[in-house]
């Protein structure tokens, strides 16, 4: 008999567990404090990669997920399943001294059957003729990765599951969770509801940890409000901003120094950099002035992007384990509850979508999941 299956949070790793729990033959709930989509998987780069992510057995988990991502892609049972633009990433380098750490990079890569290879500056202009490559010294390409379009990919999913029998809850906020791994949930309207399952997975990513903690157990991920003083860094905020339609003619993932550009859903560029938008606390008014800086930096490589303005900012709190890398277990010996967070959730998905939803109908741990469990961290 297939069991009951909770699952709460209804990002990207939510609604991947959902499609592939109901492909087995589980029965399907998930819930969401809000709506799909709409906690760190709103707030994310969504760059699909296995760039350079040690240690070993960590890049060959990004590694699975991006192939996972590339068999969704090309599978019949999604049919449209278009959310994964495989453009390529595009690493340009300044200096000299940065084009001889991308030859290392590029290097190490390739000898471990990573596909990267390094490119002139004439070779840059080829692959990305609206470029301003003035200044650049030449780069890498790494051309089996891309970005994903989280929207369309949890929507899509989540409509699949739906469709064969998964039933969606949003708006119920988990206020108490319990070892049998029955949960008890707040609803918008404020009414107390409860829901049990065979098997209640938190992919709720920070949420997960709040959850836990009615529990009594401390999960080892870091605290949203664990962050340094203003202007030091604070490695759980994210931004991510996005400019109004543009004709740029962008056509890969593009990693400079202090900016990272891409395609847009909306027809425009979306555009990050990790260390400049995580320097100032999220209730400090200065972290507004990051997007004009950015954009900014943005212009300097692409000068279509002179007139362009800046449509959507989000802000978000990064999913980041005590250690850096993924959390993938079992909270209970009992195995009514599992727990997944990682930073590469975008990455991730599929595969953890795969794996995890393997190991709970048949109780088999994925061989890429065995290094990314809790007992790693002290007791």
Same mark, same amino acid.
């Given at each position: 008999?297939?069991?009951?299956?909770?699952?709460v949070?209804? *990002?990207?790793i939510?609604c991947?567990?959902a499609?592939?729990?109901?492909?087995?033959?589980?029965?399907?709930?998930?819930?969401?404090?809000?709506?799909l989509?709409?906690?760190?998987?709103?707030?994310?780069?969504?760059?699909?990669?296995?760039?350079?992510?040690?240690p070993?057995?960590?890049?060959?988990? &990004?590694?699975?997920?991006?192939?996972?991502?590339?068999?969704?892609?090309?599978?019949?049972a999604? #049919?449209?399943?278009?959310?994964?633009?495989?453009?390529? &990433?595009?690493? %340009?380098?300044?200096?000299?001294?940065?084009?001889?750490?991308?030859?290392?990079?590029?290097?190490?890569?390739?000898?471990?059957?990573?596909?990267?290879?390094?490119?002139?500056?004439?070779?840059i202009?080829?692959?990305?003729?609206?470029?301003?490559?003035?200044? @650049?010294? *030449?780069g890498?390409? !790494?051309?089996?990765?891309?970005?994903?379009?989280?929207i369309?990919?949890?929507?899509?999913?989540?409509?699949?599951?739906?469709?064969?029998?998964?039933?969606?809850?949003?708006?119920?906020? %988990?206020?108490?969770?319990?070892?049998?791994g029955?949960?008890? %949930?707040?609803?918008?309207?404020?009414?107390?509801?409860?829901?049990?399952?065979?098997?209640t997975?938190?992919?709720?990513?920070?949420g &997960?940890?709040?959850? @836990?903690?009615?529990l009594?157990?401390?999960?080892?991920?870091h605290?949203s409000s664990?962050?340094?003083?203003? #202007?030091? #860094?604070?490695p759980?905020?994210?931004?991510?901003?996005?400019? #109004?339609?543009?004709?740029?003619?962008?056509?890969?993932?593009?990693?400079?120094?202090?900016?990272?550009?891409?395609?847009a859903r909306?027809? *425009?560029?979306?555009?990050?950099?990790s260390?400049t938008?995580?320097?100032?606390k999220?209730?400090?008014?200065?972290?507004?002035?990051?997007?004009?800086?950015?954009?900014?930096r943005?212009?300097? @490589? !692409?000068?279509?992007?002179?007139?362009?303005?800046?449509?959507?900012?989000?802000? *978000?709190?990064?999913?980041?384990?005590?250690?850096? %890398?993924?959390?993938?277990?079992?909270?209970?010996e009992k195995?009514?509850?599992?727990?997944?967070?990682?930073?590469?959730?975008?990455?991730?998905?599929?595969?953890?979508?795969?794996?995890?939803?393997?190991?709970?109908?048949?109780?088999?741990r994925?061989?890429?999941?065995?290094?990314?469990? @809790?007992?790693?961290?002290p007791?």
């Amino acid at each position: 008999m297939k069991p009951t299956v909770l699952i709460v949070g209804a *990002g990207v790793i939510g609604c991947s567990l959902a499609y592939e729990l109901t492909l087995r033959g589980a029965a399907v709930t998930i819930i969401d404090a809000a709506e799909l989509s709409s906690g760190a998987s709103s707030a994310t780069f969504a760059w699909v990669n296995a760039n350079e992510k040690p240690p070993a057995e960590y890049q060959q988990l &990004n590694v699975l997920g991006l192939r996972a991502h590339e068999r969704a892609r090309r599978s019949r049972a999604l #049919g449209d399943a278009d959310w994964f633009h495989q453009t390529g &990433n595009l690493q %340009v380098a300044a200096t000299d001294a940065e084009m001889r750490a991308l030859e290392k990079k590029v290097g190490r890569l390739t000898s471990n059957d990573y596909e990267a290879t390094m490119l002139t500056r004439a070779e840059i202009e080829e692959f990305e003729p609206s470029i301003d490559s003035t200044g @650049l010294k *030449g780069g890498a390409l !790494y051309p089996k990765e891309g970005w994903i379009d989280t929207i369309a990919m949890c929507t899509g999913l989540l409509k699949k599951a739906c469709e064969s029998g998964a039933v969606f809850l949003p708006y119920q906020r %988990v206020t108490e969770l319990k070892p049998t791994g029955q949960v008890t %949930v707040t609803s918008a309207d404020g009414s107390t509801r409860h829901y049990a399952a065979d098997v209640t997975i938190l992919a709720a990513g920070n949420g &997960n940890r709040p959850v @836990l903690a009615t529990l009594g157990v401390d999960f080892p991920t870091h605290p949203s409000s664990d962050d340094g003083a203003a #202007g030091t #860094g604070n490695p759980t905020v994210g931004l991510i901003a996005t400019t #109004g339609p543009v004709d740029t003619g962008i056509r890969h993932v593009i990693h400079a120094p202090g900016i990272s550009i891409r395609p847009a859903r909306n027809g *425009g560029v979306t555009f990050t950099d990790s260390p400049t938008g995580a320097r100032w606390k999220p209730d400090d008014p200065r972290i507004w002035t990051v997007p004009g800086l950015l954009l900014d930096r943005a212009r300097t @490589l !692409y000068p279509a992007l002179r007139n362009a303005s800046t449509e959507t900012v989000a802000l *978000g709190t990064r999913v980041l384990p005590n250690d850096g %890398v993924t959390i993938s277990d079992w909270i209970t010996e009992k195995t009514s509850i599992y727990a997944i967070a990682t930073h590469s959730g975008v990455s991730l998905a599929a595969h953890l979508a795969e794996a995890v939803s393997d190991e709970v109908i048949t109780g088999e741990r994925h061989e890429s999941l065995r290094p990314f469990g @809790l007992a790693r961290f002290p007791s």
